[in-house]
């Protein structure tokens, strides 16, 4: 680092300087200043420090010692004070902030952003030969022993702005033990000689300007006010760079008793009185005149508190559903290694390291959900609607709203909501997640393509269906797990890949995972990124995997962000991103680090082959009433998305759990991934019933149409003629065996008999 030549005191002999290194600048003068300023030590620094003589040996030594101080021989705390820094969250704009995360309320800012005044105020109240001394006030010095002789104690200790930024600087040192940080503040000769030691050679190598910047930034100002910045703030809610003479005097009176001057937690007496001294102290210095100090001494305080936000509790109430997505962040923060050994460690970073972090959240994603969900359910109802929405081919989060305040408040009558923190969107340790219902059956789709299985594959069912998978439970065929379709009439029958999915028949999707193996389905699942929590985590093991044959209809319990991702995946043409809350992390420099450049990467996998993705998302195309570019299908389970989103292209499938105890439905396009779901996530028996699915389908559509307006979406790129049929030619495809009807009396809408689906 650079560091500026000291500006000479006024009256200083101006002498040619001498650079020795970057940083290092040495002065005949500043050594011979230096020896001078030892000499008066030898004679009043015992009484100052102990009320003892000091010893001319040391006396010597120290004199030595300090004529050859450079700016290098300083601790490296002291040349670049590693302060904790309040770390900022914003929303993908890199201007909207979410919350702000501190140890220690600071936020360092550059010398021209403090008011001038504030400047004199502190000069006024703490050292007002603060531009003429170097470091050490000699006369000051003289007083504290003529004063500390005659009260027979140590009652002054004429410790300059110089000194005192020594002593924060090292009792705050974040990277020092507590031990250490009492060491630095402990009333001992040897404590006081290498404060002033480090005081002078900081005046040597700095210019006052610096050395005054500092000090405010460090300085403790009450009222959990780490900094002038933090301090501005928290008493008049403005900026360090627009205190009036009033403000700022007050403020400056706070340093000599931080807790006692405060007078947001005490009566404002003592606070008026100390600005009123420093007014004076201003007077004295010429910084203001006698009628300036009349008036603003008549004036009240006028003061205007401000507590400063922190962690994700503290999102603003207007927006309390970023909390969620706040959650969601810390949650991955405390993941990545690159910030510390421990998760605790990680976290401790976050709340000291000055980080600006821009995240992948887009407000209008999130709001639109939030308010989606409070139509489908309010705060005060037990249920659920929790959604998250995802970017495909980055894995960048834009959304996780769901009907709950993210709040420690209280609940009322000892209930679980509206109140929470725990995380219902992403999934943790306390919430494993929900039943998705028949979505699961892309991945039984996805592994017959990939193992070679065309779209066109055909299967003639009919309920119930006898499958391979044994089973003591119901229902039950003679040992046997035997499924059946909500709707026969237009369930059973020959089905293909496009139809089957459109109307997901359960019995279809059974043979087919009996085809390719269960085992290969639950592969995949991991692959897209589903975790299997809790219990399920041992059905999902190799050999158990193979005879879960129910693993089709979606019994394990998943997050709506991992079902988001995995869909997002598909429309990514196989392209599997690990899910991110964040696209930039910038410390106090402006600059990334390696570490965070490299977490603020997509991490990316091709998990599947790009026309295995492109056909099952074609096959998707039927549930959500659009054609697909291969094949034919009608009278899909949520056909009504085709009417909402217009001519935006769109894949998806709807999912229902046994008795419907959950509706879901996850709607995609190439640019945006939506998962939803309706539950009672305190009581998953506590079924939400099937009417609540089309509003579910609803929600998802309008969110994709409205956040997606006046963009160009591109169209699913359509899978080859080889995978979409088993002769390899559009023009043979397989046929039926015989002709049956596959219609469902009526409407022809598949929305509310297809279960589960």
């Not at 559903?321 to 991955?332: A, E, P, R």
Request: with cysteine; net charge neutral.
């Amino acid at each position: 680092m650079q560091v500026p030549a000291r500006t000479p005191a006024p009256g200083e002999e101006t002498v040619a300087i001498t650079t020795t290194g970057p940083g290092k600048v040495r002065t005949t003068l500043s050594i011979a200043r230096k020896v001078l300023t030892l000499g008066m030590l030898g004679l009043v620094g015992g009484a100052v420090v102990a009320g003892a003589a000091l010893p001319a040996s040391a006396t010597a030594g120290l004199a030595a010692k300090l004529a050859s101080d450079s700016f290098e021989d300083l601790p490296s705390a002291l040349q670049t004070p590693p302060t904790a820094q309040t770390s900022y969250l914003y929303a993908n704009d890199g201007k909207t902030q979410i919350t702000q995360f501190y140890e220690e309320n600071r936020t360092d800012v550059e010398s021209e952003d403090i008011a001038k005044t504030m400047k004199d105020a502190i000069v006024a109240a703490e050292d007002t030969r603060f531009y003429v001394h170097g470091g050490v006030d000699v006369k000051g010095l003289v007083r504290a022993f003529v004063s500390n002789a005659q009260g027979g104690e140590v009652s002054q200790g004429a410790s300059t702005l110089t000194m005192q930024y020594v002593r924060n600087v090292l009792k705050n040192d974040p990277t020092i033990t507590q031990e250490e940080r009492l060491a630095a503040t402990e009333q001992t000769t040897g404590r006081k000689l290498q404060e002033i030691r480090y005081a002078v050679t900081i005046e040597d190598s700095l210019d006052k300007e610096e050395i005054l910047r500092r000090y405010l930034n460090i300085a403790y100002f009450g009222n959990q006010a780490y900094g002038i910045s933090a301090a501005a703030n928290a008493y008049f809610s403005t900026t360090a760079d627009k205190l009036t003479l009033g403000q700022a005097a007050m403020i400056a009176g706070l340093v000599q008793s931080p807790d006692l001057y405060d007078p947001v937690n005490n009566d404002e007496t003592e606070a008026i009185n100390r600005r009123n001294y420093v007014l004076g102290a201003m007077v004295g210095t010429g910084a203001i005149t006698q009628a300036d100090a009349d008036k603003t001494m008549a004036e009240p305080l006028g003061l205007k508190p401000s507590r400063a936000p922190g962690n994700c509790t503290a999102v603003s109430e207007a927006h309390n559903s970023w909390g969620f997505f706040c959650d969601y962040f810390t949650q991955w923060w405390s993941e990545q290694e690159e910030f510390g050994s421990t998760p605790s460690a990680r976290l401790a970073a976050l709340k000291t390291g000055g980080f600006r972090i821009v995240t992948s959240m887009d407000p209008a994603v999130q709001n639109k959900l939030a308010d989606e969900s409070k139509n489908i359910y309010g705060f005060d109802n037990p249920k659920a609607a929790p959604f998250a929405a995802i970017e495909p081919g980055t894995g960048k989060v834009k959304a996780l709203a769901i009907n709950r305040h993210y709040s420690i408040e209280d609940n009322p009558g000892g209930r679980k909501y509206p109140n929470t923190v725990n995380q219902l969107i992403a999934g943790s340790e306390d919430s494993a997640g929900y039943q998705f219902g028949s979505t699961f059956k892309m991945f039984v789709m996805l592994a017959a393509l990939e193992n070679g299985i065309a779209l066109d594959r055909g299967f003639t069912t009919k309920t119930p269906y006898k499958s391979i998978y044994p089973i003591s439970g119901t229902p039950n065929c003679g040992g046997f797990w035997c499924p059946v379709n909500a709707a026969p009439s237009y369930q059973d029958g020959y089905q293909n890949m496009w139809t089957g999915f459109g109307k997901s028949s359960n019995t279809y999707f059974v043979k087919l995972e009996e085809t390719v193996g269960a085992d290969k389905a639950v592969e995949m699942a991991k692959r897209l990124g589903i975790k299997f929590r809790g219990n399920d985590a041992q059905y999902a093991e190799p050999e158990a995997a193979k005879s879960w044959g129910t693993f089709t209809l979606g019994v394990t319990s998943t997050t709506p962000l991992d079902m988001a991702n995995a869909y997002a995946t598909i429309a990514a043409d196989g392209k599997f991103c690990k899910p991110t809350p964040v696209v930039s992390i910038t410390d106090t420099t402006g600059t990334s680090s390696e570490a965070a450049a490299k977490v603020s990467q997509p991490d990316c996998t091709q998990a599947i082959d790009k026309d295995v993705a492109r056909a099952a998302a074609d096959a998707g195309r039927c549930p959500v009433g659009q054609r697909p570019q291969q094949g034919t299908c009608s009278n899909g389970t949520s056909i009504q998305v085709a009417d909402i989103v217009g001519n935006i292209p769109v894949t998806g499938k709807t999912g229902s759990s046994s008795g419907n105890e959950t509706e879901s439905f996850i709607g995609v396009t190439t640019k945006l991934a939506i998962a939803g779901i309706a539950v009672n996530p305190d009581n998953p028996r506590d079924a939400v019933g099937e009417p609540v699915q089309k509003e579910i389908i609803a929600a998802v559509a309008r969110t994709l149409r409205d956040t997606l307006k006046g963009q160009k979406v591109a169209n699913f790129p359509a899978p080859s003629e080889k995978i979409a049929f088993r002769s390899g030619s559009a023009a043979r495809p397989e046929q039926a065996p015989a002709p049956q009807s596959s219609a469902r009396p009526g409407s022809g809408r598949g929305n509310n008999n297809n279960r589960p689906r």
